[in-house]
């Protein structure tokens, strides 16, 4: 790291570094139906491919986890941005339940557990530009509402606008619907889940990482996981790029990058409806193609967390050779 050069603060504050302290939050948690096919080739196509099978990610089932939700400050750790203030963030992330795997005897063997971040959408330009430069998250333009704004004349439903299009179609990007969950049914008994940690979230969520695993989760994966869940350690998987200058279908950095989130006072509530989703068709954002997202399906896992979490730095598990930083 001393070998870097230093980062040339100037002009418009654009973005901060991490690590990055991020307090106050609630997700709206939601178990999503999708094609294993269709995440096993994203993952491929994100991890083992360009790596060479170096670092190989792999779908634990066939559901994709999405969070709605506000992180209500994010402070650097990193002084004299700590002490300048703090950024409220509204989101929404798309994560793939992943283990890291090795080829063994013809078996892939699991080795750890992650959460790839497959998108993200926001309307914060600072965390937009923060996030992509540091760690890789995936960041694009978006609307976001959740039941709380119902006060404020809206619905209990959760929406997501997105800066998008269709192609060939003569349009212009601009703001259009990508998806919405909607409460449906008689309204279920509020089931309080308090905790101190992550482990009974991840219990509830067992059958949703875990329910049609295409690899081998030995022994050595059990222990890692159970070690990260002890740690409150949650590791975030992101394939970080830039453009290349001379060829912008190259990229210029590459790097397959790990970032711990360390959670703690951690409350967690189920929701009282069960959620029909909408999903629109929109090529410039394609959870359906890309994701395998069931685009209308009953959704029964849904939760609401409360908590607060550090981003910890990132670590470089591979770098493409022939890149600025390979």
């Known amino acids: 790291m001393t070998d870097l050069p230093p980062y040339v603060e100037f002009g418009g504050l654009g973005s901060a570094p991490g690590p990055l302290q991020c307090d106050d939050t609630t997700l709206y948690v939601f178990g999503l139906k999708a094609d294993h096919a269709k995440l096993d080739a994203l993952c491929t196509k994100v991890f083992k491919d360009p790596t060479g099978g170096a670092v190989d990610y792999r779908p634990l089932g066939d559901n994709v986890i999405v969070t709605f939700g506000v992180v209500g400050a994010i402070r650097p750790t990193l002084e004299p941005w700590h002490s300048m203030g703090a950024v409220r963030e509204p989101q929404v992330g798309f994560w793939i339940p992943v283990a890291r795997v090795k080829e063994k005897d013809d078996k892939l063997v699991a080795q750890d557990f992650g959460m790839f971040c497959a998108a993200m959408m926001l309307d914060n330009p600072i965390s937009l530009l923060s996030g992509r430069e540091d760690y890789g998250y ?10 709380t704004d119902a006060g404020a004349g809206g619905s209990n439903s959760l929406t997501l606008d997105v800066f998008g299009m ?26 309080e889940l308090g905790i101190g940690d992550i482990l009974t979230v991840s219990q509830r969520f067992k059958e949703v990482l875990f329910e049609q695993p295409q690899v081998d989760l030995g022994l050595h994966f059990a222990y890692e996981f159970g070690k990260a869940l002890h740690e409150h350690k949650v590791n975030q998987v992101f394939l970080k790029q830039i453009r ?6 190259r990229a210029d950095i590459q790097q397959v990058v790990v970032a711990p989130a360390i959670t703690k006072n951690i ?3 189920q929701l009282r409806h069960d959620y029909d989703l909408t999903l629109h068709q929109l090529d410039s954002h394609p959870l359906h193609a890309e994701l395998g997202i069931v685009p209308d399906q009953r959704v029964t896992l849904s939760l609401r967390m409360h908590f607060d979490f550090l981003i910890e730095a990132g670590e470089v598990r591979w770098s493409a050779a022939g890149t600025t930083a390979g």
């Open 267 to 269: 409350k967690v509530t």
């Open 138 to 147: 995936p960041k694009t333009m978006g609307w976001s509402t959740l039941p």
């Open 166 to 191: 269709n192609f060939n179609a003569g349009e212009s990007p601009e703001r259009r619907p990508l998806m919405a969950l909607t409460p449906v049914g008689d309204e279920l008994s509020e089931v």
């Open 244 to 249: 290349a200058t001379q060829d912008g279908r």
